[in-house]
């Protein structure tokens, strides 16, 4: 059995006990090397198979290699591993494969919602997941889909919204957003939630400073309701109140 | 200090630790009845407040008045509280009524990611969450959203997606989606999801069976590059493998 993981955000608190108790009982974990030590507690006796970034392929590669002899193996993810994590390229590679496996997807609690928490309740009306890196979809793409969003007033959350590969990507996207929201809209940011660095940010489009944001941040951008209350941010569900 | 908790789908070993630990350990809990019965077996000597479907507003307002007293009190939500559950309401009350109380919303796992582990790895590219309830949101906001959503080739996350009193609001929102993506565009259900009763299926939206939708369904709409697979559904996350 091949077990694909998210482990969420990275304190162990966030993560679910069916995602603990397979950690604990499956002998061999893989895994990106920064996520490894999430859980290195927890992997004693095992035998841990890790690479860096950029390895995603040949990480899930060899996963899938093992639970072919036979093994159970765990790959992990951060967040939820069916959201821009290992879940997909695992289905990918084993249809194309035509691998002879099972695999079990087990959820996770993803940057998004990690991040709503404490930053207020963002996500409470309709809302959606774009990711900025175009790396692997192209800008136009995500250009149309940001575009998209902003126009019908979802709440945004933009994965990957900035590295020093892509610096100018969150602001291309502000821009376009800017063409339907207001500058004042309200804009939540969390970088390194639920770990022992977060810093957490609730603030306005036309006040954002792009430089606070990094590898490891999350924004969220509000709908028109969204409003900023004792540095949280609050959007309506609809309640007559 | 007001806790407010995602219990997950409703399996317990989708709760988090950091849930299960505070349920634990307060003394006063509130809550959907429905949903009390999920953690029954965590609230043997604890003041148990419980009521009815659409008594959001009271139960809210019940938990703030006894954490207002100086009380430790938990109030549930299935899924995750952030999504379409009692965070928003929670910090609206407070923030409307000016309440000196402490609230920590504690993230769950949401539908969408509890179905999605279990239909392959449909949200592996952008996606949206859409609830079609018209209850608390125009209809005509709802259908600007599902257009936006399937014009943009966003996955669409359908909540809500079909009940007796609203039977026909998938159908619409399904006519709006053809518009945009082909019928044979890959679609999947997750119904009662990490439950006893949980039935999957995975079809297209010109075969999917309306009938076999209920209040406790989510609806997975791909995008144009999601594939069925052995029963699964898969959206390619961009790699060239």
């Known amino acids: 059995m091949l077990y694909v993981i998210g482990l969420g955000p990275g304190d162990q608190n966030l993560l679910t006990a069916e995602a603990r108790q397979i950690i604990q009982q499956t002998p061999i974990i ?7 030590k999430l859980v290195s507690n927890l ?21 899938l290699d093992l639970a072919s002899e036979g093994q159970d193996v765990v790959i ?15 289905w ?18 993803t940057a998004s919602i990690a991040a709503a928490a404490h930053l207020g ?8 997941h ?44 502000l821009d376009i957003i800017l063409k339907y929201k207001a500058p004042t809209t ?6 390194d939630v639920a770990r022992l660095n977060e810093v957490d940010q609730v603030t306005t489009i036309a006040d954002l400073d ?11 951008i509000g709908n028109k309701n969204t409003y900023a209350y004792q540095g949280k941010m609050i959007t309506p569900r609809g309640y007559q109140l």
Request: aromatic content about 6%.
């Open 30 to 36: 893989v895994g990106y090397a920064t996520y490894i």
């Open 43 to 63: 992997l004693k006796g095992k035998t841990v198979i890790q690479n860096g970034m950029h390895g995603e392929v040949e990480r899930c590669q060899k996963a």
């Open 76 to 90: 992990i993810s951060s967040g939820d591993a069916g959201i821009y994590g290992m879940a997909g390229l695992i």
């Open 92 to 109: 990918e590679l084993k249809s194309k494969q035509q691998l002879d496996i099972s695999v079990k997807v087990i959820p996770g609690i």
């Open 121 to 128: 309740a963002p996500l409470m009306n309709d809302f959606c």
């Open 130 to 173: 774009i990711s900025l890196s175009d790396l692997m979809t192209p800008w136009e793409v995500v250009a149309q889909r940001v575009e998209a969003a902003a126009q019908a007033d979802f709440v945004i959350c933009l994965y990957n919204p900035r590295s020093n590969h892509r610096p100018h990507k969150l602001r291309q996207a």
């Open 186 to 191: 309200v804009v939540g940011v969390g970088t």
């Open 210 to 220: 792009e430089t606070t944001i990094g590898m490891t941040s999350i924004v969220i």
